[in-house]
């Protein structure tokens, strides 16, 4: 019998396998081709990891937390965030001036998002489900990697192909229903086009606004240049 991890192991472990490509991004490639490489070893990775988490994972999540919707949602709407600059990365050449600060936007958003996992959802769910439990969750991860997409679909419903509600497989992980490999990989509109967009603890319309000036212009979503202005350390001027 295959010995598999714990779900929280096994999401754990993933996160540490695309920080360290992201490490291997912020040492500094040399040449258009090193860079694709890379980034695309980290779409990959990103998109087999959310597609399995959005399948098997977060299901499980909602059922055993009281506040495991709220958690749900809002990492949902972070891997779309994700998904969408995933799929203008696969767009891109490496040769673009604009190229840095997508990636550099991915590492924050990203990063962002495993610190809240790690910090808030793996801790209470480990504390809510026995061993066995998630064993057995970490059993359904382990094997949808094989049949999970490795491109990112932006514009596919976070539970997959068909209409969303939890708890649902995708068509992909049932071997049922339309294949992921048939859904048109297009962008989603952004959450500011459709008025979703939450802006994070602490900031303020006019702060992102400040922040996202630069980025928009280069093709970043305003919450994606805003972060990806953090990550480098730009500080807006708070007499603009």
Same mark, same amino acid.
């Given at each position: 019998m295959t010995h598999h991890q714990d779900a929280i192991s096994l999401l754990t472990e993933d996160h540490r396998t695309v920080e360290q490509l992201f490490a291997d991004y912020e040492r500094g490639l040399q040449g258009p081709e090193a860079k694709r490489q890379v980034v695309d070893q980290i779409i990959r990775e990103l998109s087999v990891h959310a597609a399995i988490e959005e399948a098997y994972f977060y299901p499980e999540v909602r059922k055993a937390l009281g506040e495991g919707g709220e958690l749900v949602e809002e990492s949902l709407h972070e891997h779309?965030?994700?998904? +969408?600059?995933?799929?203008?990365? +696969? #767009?891109? #050449?490496?040769?673009?001036a604009a190229y840095d600060q997508q990636v550099a936007a991915l590492i924050a958003d990203v990063r962002h998002h495993v610190e809240e996992e790690e910090g808030e959802m793996f801790p209470k769910l480990r504390a809510a489900l026995s061993a066995e439990q998630l064993h057995d969750i970490g059993e359904?991860?382990? #094997?949808g990697k094989a049949k999970a997409p490795t491109h990112p679909h932006p514009a596919a419903p976070a539970s997959g192909p068909g209409p969303r509600w939890p708890g649902r497989p995708p068509a992909? &992980?049932? *071997? &049922? *229903?339309?294949s992921w490999a048939t859904v048109p990989r297009t962008r989603a509109p952004s959450r500011f086009q459709t008025g979703s967009y939450r802006l994070p603890k602490g900031a303020t319309g006019s702060s992102v606004g400040r922040h996202a000036a630069s980025g928009t212009a280069? *093709?970043?979503t305003r919450a994606q240049a805003s972060r990806a202005h953090a990550h480098v350390g730009v500080v807006p001027n708070p007499t603009i």
């Open positions: 779309q965030e994700v998904k +969408e600059t995933l799929a203008a990365l +696969e #767009d891109m #050449d490496p040769a673009d359904k991860l382990a #094997d992909w &992980s049932t *071997g &049922s *229903g339309t280069r *093709g970043l």
